[in-house]
């Protein structure tokens, strides 16, 4: 039986087949065949396998690990002010107790008014789906000059709630130079600081924008008008009876 090197490797060429017998030919072509099967099916697993782990990408990254509509209010926006900070935000995946509520860095410019809090809630009220946590279920704060916030939770706040979590103005005051101010981390985290469900994009605040203008309303205006007019028709009338 003649196999000359080239069919070994699965080549074949109208030269090598002229002098063939028919089994021979009939064998290599098989034999191609199945290779060319084989490389197919290899194909189709690679893409699949591909198009999964892409999917399996994009779900995680638009859903789990993100917190929802995470913002950050304060009461007062002058420069150098003390102010109330409440965040808000819905978590998507559980937060075991134990576990960070809340670990934040608060933008440049915020000054603790007081010495660093470790272990002290004082000034800080949590609620979770409206519930103001306390007793057993109270937060563990530490609150430090350099803004770092860290809030523990002491109960397991489940994926889907609602979170408030609110600092006094006896704790932090506002920058002393104007402009947006954005968080450089807010995210709930396990006990190492990996974060379970982190903000994207970072909240922010605006700090020394301008007061509003006082406006009149609508109304304010119609009977603004109304009384300009009715003073306008007494001035009328008294020029009249004086003529």
């Known amino acids: 039986m003649r196999q ?36 197919r099916k290899l194909m189709k697993k690679i893409i699949a396998a591909a198009t999964v782990a892409a999917l ?55 000054t603790k008014i007081t010495a660093d809090q470790i272990s002290d809630c004082t000034g800080v009220t949590l609620k979770v789906n409206n519930i103001v946590q306390t007793a057993g279920s109270a937060p563990t704060c530490s609150l430090f000059t350099g803004g770092t916030l860290l809030i523990w939770t002491n109960a397991l706040v489940p994926g889907g709630s609602s979170v408030e979590i609110h600092l006094a103005s006896s704790l932090y005051a506002t920058p002393s130079t104007a402009g947006v101010k954005s968080f450089t981390m807010f995210r709930t985290a396990e006990p190492n600081g990996t974060a379970i469900d982190d903000a994207v994009p970072m909240p922010s605040v605006t700090v020394g924008a301008p007061a509003p203008v006082p406006t009149l309303t609508e109304w304010a205006m119609i009977l603004l008008t109304i009384a300009l007019g009715g003073f306008a028709a007494l001035t009328i009338q008294k020029r009249r009876r004086t003529v």
């Open 4 to 39: 000359s090197a080239s069919n070994k490797l699965g080549y074949i060429n109208a030269n090598q087949l002229a002098g063939a017998p028919d089994h021979e030919i009939r064998s290599e072509m098989v034999s191609k065949r199945l290779r060319t099967e084989y490389k």
């Open 56 to 110: 399996s990408l994009a779900a995680s990254s638009a859903l789990a690990g993100t917190l929802v509509n995470p913002s950050v209010t304060l009461s007062n926006t002058g420069l150098s002010q003390p102010t109330t900070i409440t965040a808000t935000y819905t978590t998507v995946a559980d937060v075991p107790s134990g576990e960070f509520m809340l670990r934040a860095m608060l933008p440049a410019g915020f």
